[in-house]
């Protein structure tokens, strides 16, 4: 089957929701562009793309329609291309995978990006570091208003300067790899013997902390007190599970476009 105009994924390189878009249209080999805002800039484009019902990134552009939110972009490839399925079969066992990656969306997702800009915003050399790598043309307007500029933006955004924010995202966190520990028991997977959109949903949050290999980082070193915190997870059996699922169905990327920094559809904001 031929699509109608291209698929375009508008994406944040080190979002971990981006992430989870990124690995669906890998996993379904499904060519496609994409693009990547300034960051913050995002917040008006994805309105302007979607007219305003969403406010943040991911959005996938597919055969004409603009999906906002990384679950729903899962859903609507799954419609659009089925295999290889990331819903299983089953009723009973689909509403559990859905089930279980919603709730990572919701009890895991929000707390282990916190954690990260909390802690980045307490090190302004390498949140200095992060954004020249993750955002240069971001640093060619602003200059030394960079680091200033996105500690608020993510102070405001995400809580991420707030002390106990970043407290209860540690509890979040932990809370997390023992849901995670507990429905895996003695399994590979977390659903019906396969992966699914569960297993895939809980790896791409937790890539943050675990880092894999095959997952963007997010920096080339992460503040100490991140690291310390790290170092307390990596003997987790969940640690491992997420660099093994990365390992396993994270290894063969979809043709994908040169991605664009800059793309004219912001000059199309300013001029509305």
Same mark, same amino acid.
């Given at each position: 089957?031929?699509?109608?105009?291209?698929?375009?994924?508008?994406?944040?390189?080190?979002?971990?929701?981006?992430?989870?878009?990124?690995?669906?249209?890998?996993?379904?080999?499904?060519?496609?562009?994409?693009?990547?805002?300034?960051?913050?800039?995002?917040?008006?484009?994805?309105?302007?793309?979607?007219? &305003? $019902? %969403?406010?943040?990134?991911? /959005?996938?552009?597919?055969?004409?329609? *603009?999906?906002?939110?990384? #679950?729903?972009?899962? !859903?609507?490839?799954?419609?659009?291309?089925?295999?290889?399925?990331?819903?299983?079969?089953?009723?009973?066992?689909?509403?559990?995978?859905?089930?279980?990656?919603?709730?990572?969306?919701?009890?895991?997702?929000?707390?282990?990006?916190?954690?990260?800009?909390?802690?980045?915003?307490?090190?302004?050399?390498?949140?200095?570091?992060?954004?020249?790598?993750?955002?240069?043309?971001?640093?060619?307007?602003? &200059? $030394? %208003?960079?680091?200033?500029? /996105?500690?608020?933006?993510?102070?405001? *955004?995400?809580?991420?300067? #707030?002390?106990?924010? !970043?407290?209860?995202?540690?509890?979040?966190?932990?809370?997390?790899?023992?849901?995670?520990?507990?429905?895996?028991?003695?399994?590979?997977?977390?659903?019906?013997?396969?992966?699914?959109?569960?297993?895939?949903?809980?790896?791409?949050?937790?890539?943050?902390?675990?880092?894999?290999?095959?997952?963007?980082?997010?920096?080339?070193?992460?503040?100490?007190?991140?690291?310390?915190?790290?170092?307390?997870?990596?003997?987790?059996?969940?640690?491992?599970?997420?660099?093994?699922?990365?390992? *396993?169905?994270?290894?063969?990327?979809?043709?994908? !476009?040169?991605?664009?920094?800059?793309?004219?559809?912001?000059?199309?904001?300013?001029?509305?």
């Amino acid at each position: 089957m031929e699509t109608r105009g291209p698929t375009i994924l508008w994406h944040i390189e080190v979002s971990h929701f981006s992430e989870k878009a990124r690995w669906a249209l890998e996993h379904k080999s499904v060519p496609h562009e994409r693009r990547t805002p300034l960051p913050s800039l995002h917040i008006p484009l994805a309105a302007w793309l979607t007219r &305003g $019902r %969403a406010l943040t990134l991911p /959005i996938l552009e597919l055969e004409g329609v *603009r999906i906002a939110d990384s #679950s729903a972009i899962i !859903a609507a490839l799954e419609r659009r291309f089925p295999e290889p399925p990331l819903y299983p079969a089953d009723d009973a066992l689909r509403r559990r995978a859905l089930g279980l990656a919603d709730w990572f969306d919701r009890e895991l997702g929000p707390h282990s990006r916190r954690l990260v800009f909390h802690e980045l915003g307490r090190d302004p050399e390498r949140l200095a570091q992060m954004a020249a790598s993750a955002a240069p043309s971001l640093v060619a307007r602003l &200059g $030394r %208003a960079t680091v200033p500029y /996105i500690r608020a933006f993510t102070a405001l *955004r995400y809580g991420a300067g #707030s002390r106990r924010g !970043a407290e209860q995202a540690r509890a979040k966190i932990l809370a997390a790899f023992a849901r995670l520990e507990a429905e895996l028991g003695d399994a590979q997977y977390l659903v019906g013997g396969r992966f699914t959109v569960a297993d895939l949903t809980a790896a791409s949050l937790f890539y943050p902390l675990v880092r894999p290999p095959q997952a963007p980082a997010v920096a080339d070193a992460m503040p100490e007190p991140f690291e310390r915190f790290r170092a307390t997870l990596e003997g987790r059996r969940g640690y491992a599970w997420v660099r093994d699922m990365f390992a *396993r169905h994270r290894c063969a990327p979809a043709p994908v !476009a040169p991605d664009a920094h800059q793309p004219a559809e912001l000059g199309a904001i300013a001029r509305a």
